[in-house]
């Protein structure tokens, strides 16, 4: 029950990623919480419930600020996968003590 009310506030605040797409050049994500990882080639993040994979060359990410995240560089593969519950009190927790 608590669950399906805490997905709704998400859905209703706009928690989700969103995510605007210039060519394979340009990618910006709306609502991304923190960067797990982050390389050239290779690029993870936070948002919502999301884990995104980002595969590239020269990835580069710059403006990070509350309302989201831009990276720039030669985008070849984009990839979402779920976090599970555990990941999710993990990550409040970490953005809590950071």
Known sequence: MFRKIADKTLETFYLTPLIHMNGNKELLIENCKRIEEYSEVFMRVISGRLYINIWGN????????????????????IEFTERNSEDNEKSVKGLCED
């Open 58 to 77: 020269g990835l580069r990410a710059y403006d990070f600020n509350k309302n989201g995240l831009m990276i720039s560089g030669k985008i070849s593969q």
